[in-house]
């Protein structure tokens, strides 16, 4: 009979091991680790005392009074338990209309006093969570590190005229790395001023934001057209370019660009105007369209010499389109047309299974190197 392993108790485990299982339970919305501290007196002093657990700030942006009231003990909770460490802050935006929720019937209409004191209250939560205090003498430097925003489908123009443009345009964000904008932004303008030390922004489907500092910028990612702001050599330190399909950009140059991302989500119409790009080295392509690849203009870029390529599932109907003729073929066109001088090929699992995708990587006399999702193989399989 085998012998049952032996029983370890969960107050056994070395202190620096349960920091670290700890750490990568904790999740960004704190749900996770707030359960995890009703284990144990041992566990719920060691989550207490990390304030690495707890420099990750989500706040709702909710015209609920019971709703705001908990984001404010939360907030305050982790500022608290935080020990003056950078903070990651994610902010959602919900819509500031209940009857665009709930329909005209709704007793609580749109801009009732409930809704007008909770929108007051969440601009309270932010200028505290920026690190100032109801005393004016009392104010530091926001200690905001990243920054995320994500707009949930609703009216939120409420939100921007009373809460985010006085904000931000109030506040300097001196730490501040960076920026990124979730799913469909609303469509109005928002500036954040200040950033020095700003490297990465993401501006999603959203062209309306305008950042002051942006030389330090080393990744851009925006879908159709860019930044108002993108010209002029803005980006001096640009290296990785990450565009979302429609891309409309045939006018931008960018010389120190060396890293391009290609992404086509949605499966429409490619509408690809690609910029000029004199120095790309690298091109990285996720699509989940049969029709995409004939679409990329990648023949223009003398100087790439490395490509990647995925296929993603398709969000419509949840199938892989590369099982049909006709994408296997697309793909095996780009190929030959524009992956001539291409030296290393990084290709998806699915790609690589078709004897027509094969026959077209042994035509490309240049390829030196050729892995499958980042694993090297022989070119002779």
Not at 6 to 33: K, Q, V
Not at 313 to 326: K, T
Not at 357 to 375: C, H, M, T, W
């Amino acid at each position: 009979m085998t012998p049952s392993p032996p029983t370890i108790s969960i107050n056994s485990l070395p202190a620096e091991i349960l920091d670290y299982i700890l750490f990568f339970a904790a999740s960004g919305r704190h749900t996770g680790i707030v359960d995890k501290m009703l284990a144990c007196k041992l566990w719920h002093a060691s989550i207490v005392h990390q304030a690495r657990l707890w420099n990750k700030v989500r706040l709702r942006f909710s015209v609920w009074r019971e709703v705001v009231s908990r984001q404010k003990q939360a907030v305050e909770g982790c500022l608290a338990r935080s020990n003056g460490s950078d903070l990651e802050v994610t902010l959602v935006i919900e819509s500031s209309d209940l009857q665009e929720k709930y329909g005209p019937g709704w007793k609580y209409g749109y801009r009732t006093e409930e809704a007008k004191q909770s929108i007051a209250e969440i601009r309270g939560i932010l200028d505290f969570l920026a690190g100032c205090s109801t005393s004016k003498e009392q104010r530091e430097v926001p200690r905001w590190t990243f920054l995320a925003i994500q707009f949930l489908k609703g009216y939120a123009r409420e939100w921007n005229e009373k809460v985010l443009t006085p904000f931000f345009s109030s506040h300097s964000f001196p730490r501040l790395r960076c920026v990124q904008f979730i799913d469909d932004c609303a469509p109005f303008d928002l500036s954040i001023a200040s950033t020095p030390r700003l490297e990465e922004v993401d501006m999603g489907p959203c062209g309306f934001i305008r950042l002051d500092d942006i030389r330090r910028v080393k990744r851009l990612a925006f879908a159709a057209g860019p930044p108002k702001n993108l010209k002029g050599g803005a980006y001096t330190n640009l290296a990785q370019l990450s565009l979302t399909a429609p891309i409309l950009c045939t006018s931008l140059e960018i010389p120190t660009v060396t890293h391009l991302e290609i992404y086509d989500v949605y499966g429409g119409p490619p509408a690809l105007g690609l910029p000029s790009l004199p120095r790309l080295a690298h091109v990285s392509v996720v699509s989940c369209s049969r029709i995409f690849y004939d679409a990329i203009p990648l023949e223009r870029y003398s100087t790439q010499r490395s490509l990647t390529a995925q296929y993603v599932r398709d969000a419509q109907n949840a199938q892989f389109y590369l099982r049909r003729d006709d994408t296997v073929a697309s793909f095996s066109r780009f190929l030959l047309r524009c992956c001539a001088a291409i030296e290393t090929l990084d290709l998806g699992r699915g790609f690589i299974e078709y004897r027509e995708v094969k026959k077209a990587v042994r035509q490309l006399l240049n390829i030196r190197k050729l892995l499958v999702e980042g694993k090297e193989v022989s070119l002779d399989d």
